[in-house]
Nanobody, 129 residues
């Protein structure tokens, strides 16, 4: 059973930075898609950034150039990081760690096509002045 624990959320002013972390355990597949989704108030959950097991990343257009997704792996667990810079008010929302076995259409999820199973409870990011 996959378990994930997200951390790193908080409140920042526009232009600020945050680093989100998600520690994933119990996931043993070598071929996968993992990433971050977010849900803003009153909006549907949407893909922010994903990475496939070959190391290729994709980002939603709204965060390109500002967010960076990285993945650290060891024998027992994976850790997903989302470095967020130049934060905007529109980045406010609950951020969730997500993933699945296989990478079919993984990169399409940040373009609004499909979604990944959510693993964690989420971490809140609030950007306001």
């Amino acid at each position: 059973q996959v378990q994930a624990v997200e951390s790193g959320g908080g409140s920042v002013q526009p232009g600020g930075s945050l680093r989100l972390s998600c520690v994933v355990s119990g996931f043993t597949y070598s071929n996968f898609c993992m990433g971050w989704f977010r849900q803003a108030p009153g909006k549907e959950r949407a893909g922010v950034a994903v990475i496939t097991s070959d190391g290729v990343t994709s980002y939603a257009d709204t965060v390109k150039g500002r967010f960076t997704l990285t993945l650290s792996k060891d024998t027992a667990e994976h850790t997903l990081y989302l470095d967020m810079t130049g934060l905007k008010v529109d980045d406010t929302g609950m951020y969730y760690c997500a993933g699945s076995r296989g990478d079919w259409q993984c990169h399409e999820t940040v373009r609004g096509y499909g979604a990944l199973p959510i693993w964690g409870q989420g971490t809140q990011v609030t950007v306001s002045s």
